[in-house]
């Protein structure tokens, strides 16, 4: 038993908004228009998101390559 | 002989709490709701662990990409 | 559902104006003449840019090799 | 001749003692539980290892993702 | 549509000067004698390039192994 | 040509002590016991070497995962 | 139009004398007594190259695992 796939669930979250972290430490939210199956991910309306959880830069729409992600997450409500 | 099979072991940890080790010392703790054999996890209520082994930071729902887990464990009990 | 797919997003900037970053922080702005799966990117009239997102270098036609981009973007309006 | 293959010999370490040293200096001590082809590990009352090769930490029953793993060793006799 | 495939490109300046960036900083001047699907490079009458773009080692034929490079380029005209 | 495969030369090695040198520095020397396609290695009698080329631990047996190693090597002689 | 594949053009050093730079900065330089696809390697007489690109320790006969190489060369002549 492997409980629900990442990738199904992940798909749940598709034009929804979504915070990503990535290696080095960056932070990126924005819209989820799509990914695939490396965690590719493609986001609309991004910022780029500071030490302090405010969006600090905006960044438009942005693909970002799976390799650079750690985690992907809802925005805090 | 191999044993039990990590993913085995995994599958029996599905809806229960887990302590994830990723790169770079961070650590997270939530429910696993799923993962694949990427090691791929989606943990719900999670939370980000500090230095003393203590929740810092509400994170609600995260997928987790495999390649940046170090450790899966329950919680010390 | 994995909505769109991220390579697929890319193919519609192909001849338009991309903003690259790259693992260790370089940016690279140029037309985009191509890519590939590995997300190996072709470039035209390419720039470095800059910590201030200002060219500050002119590199012509670049190969950029995949697996050091982290984020594939339209340069900001 | 390629001699006796790594993974039939961590095969007879299954149900013994193992220390692990992971990427970063890490090392972990615990019973050998089971592995896979990527040596993904499951340890049991596992225990973290500090500097001077002295327990520091229980861990209980662990994951360790393979592609931490440098060195799997029987402890010390 | 993917545009002009990287390779192909590549493939336009077998014989020419190149210029390739690695990781770490260095870069290599020389002609580019062929390459794989690695993009593992022969450069023929290669150059060590310093900081101001100058020639700074003559290292005549080398071969690259592609998972260094960053980027290639025709050299500043 | 491609001269005598790596693989095949390192199986004429088991049973006699090699060097390993490692990524971040650590030697281990031992007698190689096998190894596989990734050049995971098993070493008997294995110690670790400090700067000085002085054996400064005993390791006992151990395996190494094959992403970690540098260079193997016949000890000096 | 590839040009000369890197894999064929190591294939003619094999018996010569080639310098190895890997990562980290290490060189080492000796006969090339054969490789593989991965570009391991293995060389005969090999010595480890200093800063002044003098050698500064005697290695014998090696086994370099190919993914620490970045470039091989013939030696300055």
Do not use: W, Y
């Not at 749940?12 to 430490?25: E, I, W, Y």
């Not at 910022?47 to 750690?70: A, F, M, Q, T, Y």
């Amino acid at each position: 038993m492997s409980g629900q796939r990442p990738l199904d669930i992940l798909g749940r979250s598709v034009d929804k908004n979504v915070l990503v972290t990535l290696k080095g430490g960056k932070g990126i939210r924005g819209r989820l228009v799509g990914f695939d199956q490396h965690m590719n991910l493609v986001l609309a309306d991004a910022e780029e998101i500071g030490e302090n959880d405010e969006p600090c830069k905006s960044l438009g729409s942005v693909i970002v390559r799976g390799d650079n992600v750690i985690i992907i997450s809802p925005p805090p409500t």
